[in-house]
C-alpha cells in the first residue's frame, strides 16, 4: 500500500503526467480550435497559451529547419493593433528569423521571472528580451488582483524546481509571490498563510519546496490540461518566405510605418490614434490637465525588485539579456503635468539597473517626441515597434 502510494506520488510530479494531461486537453479540445502553422504560433498569445511552456515547445518542435527564433517578453503593447506589431507579421516576412511573443497587459517583471525560470532549459539561443513600461513603477507596484490575473501555477512551479536557481534566488521568488498570491484567486501558489514567509533554513526549504510540489500539483495539472484544450492545430512548420534577417529593408518600412501613422492619428496633438483618443480621453481631457503633476515612477517602487529579481534570474540560469526601455508620450506627459525632467530621472534609473547588471539596453528615451513611436499615451506604435523589432533582432544575432 506505502509503496503504491509513492508510486503515484512520484508519477503525479513526473514530467510524463505534464505531457499527458496536454494531450489529454489536446483530445479534448475547445471547438472550434484554430488552425496555424508552427511559425504563426510565435505570435498566438492566448491567455491559456501563455501559462504553460507548451506553446513553446511545440514551437521548437515544429518550426522549419534553419530559421532562429528570439523570445521576447513584455505586457500589453503586444496587443497594438498596429500592423508594424510583431505579432502581425514578422514570421511572414522574414525567411530566417522569428520572434517569439510572451506577455498580455498585467504581465511584469515577476511574472516573466517566473516564466524565464520555467523555460530556460529549453531557449534556443539562450537569450531573452524584456520590453520594459515606465507604467510598471507606480508605487504602489502590482497589485495581487493583477498578479492573479496572470499568474501561473504551472511557470511557478517550473520556476522553483529549476535546480539551477541559486536557493536565495528560489526563496525570494517563493516570498515574493507569497506577497502577492491570493489563495481564492491563485490556487496552487505559494501564499503567506501556508509559511512561505517564515524564516526559511535551507532543511525548511527543501521541505516547502516538496510540499508545494504536490500541493501545487492538482491546478498545475488542470491549467497543462486547459492549455491543451485551447491549443490551435498545428498543420505544419510554414514556410521560409520572405528576405533574411541580415537583408530586411528597415527604411522602407519606417516609411510605411509613417504613412499609417499618418493615416491613424488626424483628431488630437497628443499622436495617440484617433479611435483611443475618441474613447479614453476626449470626453475627460480638461480633467486630465496636470493630472500626473505628483507622479514619479524613479521613485520607490516595487517593480525595481522585481526587475532585480529577473536579472538575478537570468544570471543564476546563464540567460542573456536585452532590456529595452519604452518611452512616455512627451507631448501628452507635459500636458498631463509630469515634465520631462523628471521623466529623465525614470530612464537614468533604467540605464543604471542595466550598467549595474552588465546586461544591454535598447534605449528609446530620445523618441518622447517622435510621431507615429506611440500608438496611445503609453504602448508602442508603428515606428516604435519597428525600432524594438530591429533590436532584438540585432541581439539575438550579436555574438
Given at each position: 500500500m506505502?509503496?503504491?502510494?509513492?508510486?503515484?506520488?512520484?508519477?503525479l510530479?513526473?514530467?510524463?503526467?505534464?505531457?499527458?494531461?496536454?494531450?489529454?486537453?489536446?483530445?479534448?479540445?475547445?471547438?472550434?480550435?484554430?488552425?496555424?502553422?508552427?511559425?504563426?504560433l510565435?505570435?498566438?498569445?492566448?491567455?491559456?497559451?501563455?501559462?504553460?511552456?507548451?506553446?513553446?515547445?511545440?514551437?521548437?518542435?515544429?518550426?522549419?529547419?534553419?530559421?532562429?527564433?528570439?523570445?521576447?517578453?513584455?505586457?500589453?503593447?503586444?496587443?497594438?493593433?498596429?500592423?508594424?506589431?510583431?505579432?502581425?507579421?514578422?514570421?511572414?516576412?522574414?525567411?530566417?528569423?522569428?520572434?517569439?511573443?510572451?506577455?498580455?497587459?498585467?504581465?511584469?517583471?515577476l511574472?516573466?521571472?517566473?516564466?524565464?525560470?520555467?523555460?530556460?532549459?529549453?531557449?534556443?539561443?539562450?537569450?531573452?528580451?524584456?520590453?520594459?513600461?515606465?507604467?510598471w513603477?507606480?508605487?504602489?507596484?502590482?497589485?495581487?488582483?493583477?498578479?492573479?490575473?496572470?499568474?501561473?501555477?504551472?511557470?511557478?512551479?517550473?520556476?522553483?524546481?529549476?535546480?539551477?536557481?541559486?536557493e536565495?534566488?528560489?526563496?525570494?521568488?517563493?516570498?515574493?509571490?507569497?506577497?502577492?498570491?491570493?489563495?481564492?484567486?491563485?490556487?496552487?501558489?505559494p501564499?503567506a498563510?501556508?509559511?512561505?514567509?517564515a524564516?526559511?533554513?535551507?532543511?525548511?526549504?527543501?521541505?516547502?519546496?516538496?510540499?508545494?510540489?504536490?500541493?501545487?500539483?492538482?491546478?498545475?495539472?488542470?491549467?497543462?490540461?486547459?492549455?491543451?484544450?485551447?491549443?490551435?492545430?498545428?498543420?505544419?512548420?510554414?514556410?521560409?518566405?520572405g528576405?533574411?534577417?541580415?537583408?530586411?529593408?528597415?527604411?522602407?518600412?519606417?516609411?510605411?510605418?509613417?504613412?499609417?501613422?499618418?493615416?491613424?492619428?488626424?483628431?488630437?496633438?497628443?499622436?495617440?490614434?484617433d479611435?483611443?483618443?475618441?474613447t479614453?480621453?476626449?470626453?475627460?481631457?480638461?480633467?486630465?490637465?496636470?493630472s500626473?503633476?505628483?507622479?514619479?515612477?524613479?521613485?520607490?517602487?516595487?517593480?525595481?525588485?522585481?526587475?532585480?529579481?529577473?536579472?538575478?534570474?537570468?544570471?543564476?540560469?546563464?540567460?542573456?539579456?536585452?532590456?529595452?526601455?519604452?518611452?512616455?508620450?512627451g507631448?501628452?506627459?507635459?500636458?498631463?503635468?509630469?515634465?520631462?525632467?523628471?521623466?529623465?530621472?525614470?530612464?537614468?534609473?533604467?540605464?543604471?539597473?542595466?550598467?549595474?547588471?552588465?546586461?544591454?539596453?535598447?534605449?528609446?528615451?530620445?523618441?518622447?517626441?517622435?510621431?507615429?513611436?506611440?500608438?496611445?499615451?503609453?504602448?508602442?506604435?508603428?515606428?516604435?515597434?519597428?525600432?524594438?523589432?530591429?533590436a532584438?533582432?540585432?541581439?539575438?544575432?550579436?555574438?
Amino acid at each position: 500500500m506505502g509503496g503504491a502510494l509513492v508510486i503515484g506520488g512520484l508519477t503525479l510530479v513526473s514530467p510524463l503526467a505534464d505531457a499527458a494531461a496536454f494531450r489529454v486537453g489536446g483530445a479534448n479540445a475547445a471547438q472550434p480550435v484554430p488552425q496555424m502553422n508552427a511559425r504563426d504560433l510565435t505570435g498566438y498569445t492566448d491567455a491559456a497559451s501563455m501559462r504553460t511552456r507548451d506553446r513553446y515547445q511545440t514551437y521548437l518542435a515544429s518550426r522549419p529547419a534553419g530559421v532562429n527564433s528570439i523570445y521576447v517578453m513584455g505586457s500589453s503593447e503586444l496587443g497594438s493593433n498596429v500592423p508594424q506589431n510583431p505579432i502581425s507579421y514578422f514570421s511572414r516576412s522574414v525567411s530566417d528569423t522569428d520572434l517569439f511573443m510572451s506577455g498580455r497587459g498585467y504581465v511584469q517583471s515577476l511574472p516573466h521571472a517566473l516564466e524565464l525560470a520555467a523555460i530556460a532549459d529549453d531557449l534556443r539561443p539562450r537569450k531573452v528580451v524584456l520590453i520594459v513600461s515606465p507604467q510598471w513603477f507606480s508605487p504602489g507596484g502590482m497589485s495581487p488582483q493583477s498578479f492573479g490575473e496572470v499568474a501561473s501555477v504551472t511557470f511557478t512551479r517550473d520556476a522553483l524546481d529549476n535546480s539551477r536557481l541559486q536557493e536565495s534566488t528560489r526563496e525570494a521568488l517563493t516570498r515574493r509571490v507569497a506577497e502577492l498570491a491570493d489563495p481564492e484567486d491563485s490556487p496552487g501558489l505559494p501564499v503567506a498563510s501556508s509559511g512561505a514567509l517564515a524564516p526559511l533554513n535551507p532543511l525548511r526549504t527543501s521541505l516547502h519546496r516538496v510540499a508545494y510540489q504536490f500541493t501545487s500539483r492538482p491546478e498545475d495539472l488542470q491549467k497543462r490540461y486547459s492549455a491543451g484544450r485551447h491549443a490551435p492545430d498545428i498543420t505544419g512548420p510554414g514556410d521560409t518566405k520572405g528576405v533574411p534577417h541580415d537583408q530586411i529593408p528597415w527604411a522602407a518600412w519606417q516609411e510605411q510605418a509613417a504613412k499609417d501613422g499618418q493615416r491613424a492619428v488626424t483628431n488630437n496633438p497628443y499622436f495617440i490614434e484617433d479611435g483611443y483618443f475618441t474613447t479614453y480621453v476626449a470626453a475627460k481631457l480638461p480633467t486630465l490637465k496636470d493630472s500626473m503633476a505628483t507622479l514619479d515612477y524613479a521613485g520607490p517602487a516595487p517593480e525595481y525588485g522585481d526587475l532585480e529579481l529577473f536579472l538575478q534570474t537570468a544570471k543564476d540560469l546563464d540567460v542573456q539579456v536585452l532590456l529595452v526601455s519604452v518611452p512616455m508620450n512627451g507631448r501628452w506627459y507635459d500636458y498631463a503635468g509630469y515634465p520631462a525632467s523628471r521623466r529623465a530621472l525614470y530612464y537614468a534609473k533604467i540605464r543604471d539597473i542595466a550598467h549595474q547588471w552588465r546586461v544591454p539596453v535598447a534605449d528609446f528615451s530620445d523618441q518622447e517626441y517622435t510621431p507615429y513611436f506611440l500608438y496611445d499615451v503609453m504602448h508602442l506604435g508603428w515606428k516604435g515597434w519597428l525600432d524594438v523589432t530591429r533590436a532584438c533582432v540585432e541581439f539575438g544575432y550579436r555574438n
